[in-house]
């Protein structure tokens, strides 16, 4: 909020005041938003990476073409009946021209975990016992590594019995890994002792992702059984495509229906559900993006604003550079280093901060990315891109300003009042260590103690600018308003376009506001004499329209929606005659025929 209070269009008007120690506040605050930029930009890039190398990592199996029929089987019939109708089914299905080939399997890869037996304890073939080793098991048919293209590394799938079920297992290499088995070809025909059962392990299968890249292989140990859970259905090209689908789908659906006509038919396409797992990834990943762009328009937000303030202060600086022979390269390099220097901060505090972060996130994944070196280098120089593209209009349009334009623009400042020539702003100028420090807002008192004191001031006059919140109807409208005082309008004649300025202040109940003010509040600009409120210190507060005048002209200094008495607001009128309290600017209209160098010699303390 604060950095991009730099309005862009009050810059232009002259209207923004800051002292050095605002102005270093907010380029530091602009460091901040680019150091936030870059961190997320990294990890945007170190996000995104990630993810891909995710769904780009081999998982061991191929899951293309495979559907997973799953319902809910409501029968009163036994269970061995059941598995008897899964098997009719099975055949049934195997019929059907487009499938070609069908499995029976407690669990599949990208599965629930929950479909999965956890084990500890296990007799191995040379008689060791293991008992701190956790393994993991399911129950398959024995053509489901086919179907699923898992390969073999040793030994084979289980040998096919009468009954479909058998004490044969197949183990993956995380399984003799885990155990200390150093050779796949020395347990193929050896036995296992679990469950108080011994197992006959049949082949050493590659290890494959059943959840997914992010989580470690499991060790495994798969079982033979015909025990239905899923039945895993691969399709032909056909059968998948646009065309085919919904008619493939509907003639299984139809087999499914007629031997469990009371059940529910449900299908899971397998590749699909197992890309499902990396989508909270996605979303963290589209979140970072999100925040980014946000980051990167906070940044510019304020970049820009400050970039305005920057022309509009050098603008004499740049019309003399450029009298004296500076090349718009030169003016543009003058107007952009320090930008430059900025974001080349914020680059050098990025760097570490976001290379511990990301590996820090990235020590979740058991197979991860490289944070590499072309990271960090495309987030500073996409930062760097994003700063120039911000200041470079406002530079450019600096540069290749006429300086005489220039020049007269600047003295152009406040002419229009009738007066302009004798009205001055009065600021202090104090010696300090590191030279002469300049200031434009003043104490209360000091207006009255000058009128009083210093001869030649023919009116004087305090403004304190800040903002006010007009309530009409059901309208909340913030306002850029001046608290004055009550001459205010007879030192600064801004065209009047119905009303009398300079006597209506008189009345604290009163106000005066500009054209675009009355077309906001009221939707019209004849309004002199209506009411509404004002939300003061927490309180509304009834006021009268006592006089509309003209939008303010862009080479004022003094710029307002509204202007209201320093009274009617008890904070600002408790500092009226406080020394202490340095909020006001103080404006003095001289007499006619007194020098200004005289003036300034009486005003020196």
Not at 246 to 269: D, R, V
Not at 287 to 301: E, H, K, N
Request: net charge neutral; hydrophobic share 45%.
């Amino acid at each position: 909020i604060l950095l991009s209070s730099y309005s862009p269009s009050r810059a232009l008007k002259g209207k923004i005041r800051t002292s050095p120690g605002g102005l270093t506040i907010r380029k530091g605050l602009i460091i901040t938003q680019f150091l936030a930029t870059i961190i997320l930009l990294i990890g945007t890039i170190v996000v995104t990476k990630q993810i891909n190398f995710l769904k780009n990592q081999p998982i061991g199996t191929n899951l293309d073409q495979i559907i997973a029929l799953r319902g809910e089987v409501v029968t009163n019939q036994a269970d061995s009946l059941i598995i008897h109708n899964f098997k009719v089914l099975e055949a049934e299905l195997k019929n059907l021209s487009f499938v070609k080939d069908i499995a029976i399997a407690q669990t599949y890869p990208g599965d629930s975990f929950d479909n999965l037996s956890s084990s500890r304890g296990i007799v191995l073939p040379n008689g060791i016992e293991d008992d701190k080793n956790i393994y993991y098991s399911y129950h398959v048919q024995s053509n489901y590594f086919n179907l699923v293209g898992i390969a073999f590394i040793s030994g084979n799938t289980f040998m096919p019995t009468p009954t479909g079920r058998s004490n044969q297992i197949v183990v993956n290499e995380a399984f003799i890994k885990l155990m200390g088995i150093t050779s796949a070809l020395d347990i193929v025909g050896k036995n296992l002792n679990f469950w108080g059962t011994d197992w006959q392990v049949t082949g050493v299968i590659k290890d494959y992702h059943h959840f997914g890249s992010k989580s470690a292989i499991l060790p495994m140990i798969i079982r033979n059984h015909d025990e239905v859970n899923n039945l895993l259905v691969q399709l032909d090209e056909t059968a998948i495509s646009e065309a085919g689908f919904s008619n493939s789908i509907s003639q299984i659906k139809e087999k499914w229906n007629q031997i469990f006509p009371k059940s529910t038919f449900n299908y899971t396409f397998l590749d699909k559900k197992f890309q499902a797992q990396y989508n909270d990834d996605k979303a963290f990943g589209t979140a970072f993006q999100v925040f980014t762009m946000l980051a990167i328009l906070i940044a510019s937000m304020g970049l820009f604003g400050l970039t305005s303030y920057t022309c509009i202060q050098r603008r004499k600086e740049i019309g003399i550079r450029k009298v004296n022979g500076a090349t718009i390269a030169q003016i543009l390099t003058l107007l952009n280093v320090d930008f430059i220097k900025w974001v080349g901060f914020a680059f050098v505090i990025a760097v570490p901060v976001s290379w511990y972060l990301m590996n820090k996130w990235l020590e979740g994944f058991a197979y991860k990315t490289v944070v590499s070196w072309w990271i960090f280098a495309l987030a500073g120089i996409s930062a760097l891109v994003i700063a120039m593209l911000t200041v470079s209009w406002q530079s450019l349009r600096a540069a290749t300003n006429n300086p005489v334009m220039a020049a007269f623009f600047e003295l152009s400042y406040d002419t229009f009042h009738k007066n302009g020539d004798r009205i001055y702003e009065v600021y202090s100028l104090q010696q300090t260590q590191k030279g002469s420090d300049a200031g434009t807002t003043m104490p209360a008192p000091l207006a009255h103690s000058l009128q009083s004191e210093v001869p030649g001031i023919e009116r004087i006059t305090r403004v304190l600018d800040n903002g006010a919140m007009a309530l009409y109807k059901d309208k909340e409208i913030n306002l850029n308003a001046l608290w004055v005082d009550s001459d205010f309008f007879s030192m600064f004649t801004f065209p009047v376009l119905e009303g009398n300025a300079k006597e209506t202040l008189g009345d604290l109940s009163s106000v005066i506001i500009t054209e675009k003010t009355a077309k906001k509040i009221f939707e019209k600009t004849n309004c002199v004499g209506e009411s509404f409120n004002l939300l003061i210190a927490g309180k509304e507060k009834p006021f009268t329209v006592a006089a509309v005048v003209e939008n303010n002209p862009a080479n004022s200094t003094l710029n307002f929606e509204i202007a209201i008495r320093f009274e009617n607001n008890p904070e600002y009128a408790s500092t009226i005659d406080v020394w202490d309290s340095q909020y006001h600017s103080v404006y003095a209209q001289l007499q006619e025929g007194v020098a200004v160098s005289q003036f300034e010699q009486n005003t020196q303390f």
